[in-house]
């Protein structure tokens, strides 16, 4: 037990670390760059027509104390911590008045389903795929799926999506190409919604899995080559234990370690992905929300998804590296 | 064995090597051809737009009036320039950290995981596009490359630390310590040559990273749109709804092109590192391991 509360501080600690790390890189891309952002702002406000000097001065302040760039330096950074603290970045400038809160927490809720759902399937359709190839290693088919998830595990999400979009968009419309449920559609019943939800996130669904499978299968394939080496599996293979027990219990169990941690660092990538995928497939969730943010001018709202998805993600990580003493017991030991 | 024999020894037993070498060469042929373009690259309606493939334009015209085929040729030298300067920049970060990181241990050792895991697991292409909402107009190329470079420069530093410190309990380092070699010196000249191995097959992946993000942040149109890349023509091509209006030769060379290139340099790491890693190699004979 005391090995695990100080592995669990540990974890802690990082956690701190990364979101303040995080937070603060924010801050420097947003406070020390040499360009000003109001001044930029106020350039693409007024370039058309001409805009009487008083207003300028208004629009000037009020944009200033938006950006957090009122008093000393010191005073700009407590208050950018302030906000980020209590969740508070304002109201969204393109959807005025609404805060920027609520507008992330709508998309929310799209994009974790998104994630949630090609993420396990990607790490769990990976893993086990990888771990067949490593064990039977003269199987064709798994040699075939190889080939091509490796073909495919380089290419950027954008343009995997973009194929996707148009082989099915364009040459076989059979599925939904924008979107996250049909537009008009009736949500009180709820499984015919249900369904039209998941119809429509096959393909953002299929595109991220499309990226991300060959790195667990090749990273699985590997670790259970060696493990299958090793003198336990010999004996118990020797002894007549069935092949499927031998390959579920005795080999994958001990490769799972690794690929967990590796899902640990992937997120961020994943996400980065997600918000492409997104944007590529009109789904309604954080990435589109964030890019059409950047096309509004919308800096409230472009700061509280970036901050909001550091925060997130690391707090998805921190969790995965809680879950771990679960799937590799070692880790309670030392 | 000299770097030639193991050149060609890959290149005849390993098959990724040979057909990475191979994507990488059309490649690299293709962007070498921008130096013999008869058009300028920024030019607009220098052909007659929207012509199909055919001998006179072979991959086609686009709605601006631009020469595929040429305008393919500066956008993928851009592109591929971009990645080897990304490259190259966090491969110096990453080689100081890692190396340092290593060499060091104790509590530099943690303070410089610590953040170098925060790099790892915070998302980074929101910060990029935020930084890009900062800069706006004053987005260039450069600029796009340093701080892509100050970002990704992480996930290899670990790899290359977990070299080092492998490295420091050997007995030459310690050699090194007690006739009073300094920390950068030992660093430098007795351990940076172990990590070069490791450090170039990490080039390649860094480099597929790095045009990635160039390619994502481009077709959005959150870089520098006036600078040809491959990222760029697709940009273009989306603005002028290409594959709506049946221009599919705009945007379908440049993703062939680019996916080469991807594939290409993926393959190349892959089989480096399998040289690197001889139990692999043994595999690849048929041997036990």
């Not at chain 1, 100080?6 to 890189?25: C, E, H, M």
């Not at chain 1, 031998?246 to 980065?272: C, E």
Request: aromatic letters at 12%; glycine letters at 8%.
């Amino acid at each position: 037990m005391r090995a695990y509360v100080t592995y669990l501080s540990k974890r802690l600690v990082q956690f701190a670390v990364v979101v303040f790390v995080g937070i603060n890189i924010t801050y420097l891309v947003t406070h020390m760059t040499p360009i000003d952002p109001v001044e930029q702002s106020i350039s693409a406000a007024t370039s058309f027509g001409s805009t009487s000097p008083e207003a300028i001065e208004m629009m000037r302040q009020s944009l200033r104390q938006l950006y957090g760039l009122e008093g000393s330096p010191w005073e700009q950074y407590v208050s950018f911590w302030k906000r980020i603290l209590v969740g508070d970045f304002g109201p969204s400038l393109s959807a005025f008045p609404t805060p920027v809160s609520q507008l992330i927490l709508r998309a929310l809720p799209w994009t974790v389903g998104l994630l949630l759902v090609s993420t396990l399937l990607t790490w769990f359709l990976g893993n086990l795929l990888g771990g067949l190839a490593g064990y039977y290693r003269n199987s064709r088919i798994l040699r075939a799926f190889g080939v091509i998830s490796m073909g495919l595990k380089p290419i950027p999400y954008y343009v995997v999506a973009l194929m996707l979009l148009i082989i099915f968009g364009f040459l076989w419309p059979i599925l939904p190409i924008s979107g996250g449920a049909t537009m008009a559609s009736d949500r009180s019943n709820t499984l015919a919604f249900a369904l039209d939800v998941a119809v429509h996130s096959i393909l953002p669904v299929l595109s991220l899995m499309a990226v991300g499978i060959g790195g667990w299968f090749m990273g699985m394939r590997s670790l259970v080559s060696n493990v299958v080496t090793e003198d336990y599996v010999i004996y118990a293979e020797l002894a007549g234990v069935k092949g499927s027990r031998i390959l579920r219990s005795y080999v994958m169990r001990n490769a799972l370690g690794p690929q967990v941690t590796g899902l640990a660092l992937q997120l961020g990538a994943i996400f980065n992905g997600a918000i492409i995928t997104e944007y590529v497939f009109g789904y309604p969730g954080v990435g589109s929300l964030l890019i059409s943010a950047v096309h509004a001018g919308d800096y409230s709202l472009v700061l509280g998804i970036t901050t909001i998805s550091i925060v997130a993600v690391s707090a998805t990580v921190l969790l995965i590296d809680l879950l771990y003493p679960l799937i590799d017991p070692r880790v309670e030991a030392h | 064995m000299s770097a030639l024999k193991i050149f060609r020894d890959l290149f005849h037993y390993n098959i990724e090597f040979a057909i990475g070498l191979i994507l990488l060469l059309v490649v690299l042929t293709v962007s070498v051809c921008s130096f013999f373009s008869p058009y300028p690259p920024m030019d607009v309606y220098v052909v007659p737009p929207d012509v199909p493939p055919s001998w006179e334009h072979p991959l086609g015209t686009t709605s601006r009036g631009q020469d595929v085929f040429w305008q393919l040729t500066f956008a993928i030298r851009n592109t591929l320039l971009f990645g080897i300067v990304v490259a190259i920049l966090s491969r110096i970060i990453s080689l100081f950290v890692g190396l340092i990181s290593g060499y060091k241990g104790g509590w530099v050792d943690r303070v410089l995981m610590s953040i170098n895991d925060t790099f790892v697991v915070i998302p980074l292409f929101p910060i990029l596009v935020l930084f890009y909402f900062i800069m706006r107009d004053q987005m260039s190329w450069a600029l796009l490359a340093v701080i892509t470079a100050l970002l990704g420069w992480a996930y290899d530093a670990r790899l290359i630390r977990s070299v080092a410190m492998s490295l420091r309990t050997r007995e030459f380092t310690r050699q090194a310590v007690f006739s009073g070699m300094s920390t950068g010196k030992i660093v430098l000249q007795e351990h940076l040559p172990f990590v070069l191995p490791i450090v170039f097959s990490t080039t390649m992946n860094n480099i597929n990273w790095s045009i990635g993000i160039e390619v994502t942040l481009s077709v959005l149109g959150f870089t520098d749109i006036n600078t040809p890349t491959i990222g760029g023509m697709i940009y273009w091509a989306n603005q002028h709804t290409a594959l709506v209006s049946g221009v599919w030769w705009w945007i379908t060379f440049p993703v062939v092109l680019v996916i080469m290139l991807f594939i290409g340099l993926f393959l190349l790491a892959i089989s480096m590192n399998e040289y690197i890693d001889p139990r692999s190699r043994l595999l690849r004979l048929g041997g036990q391991v």
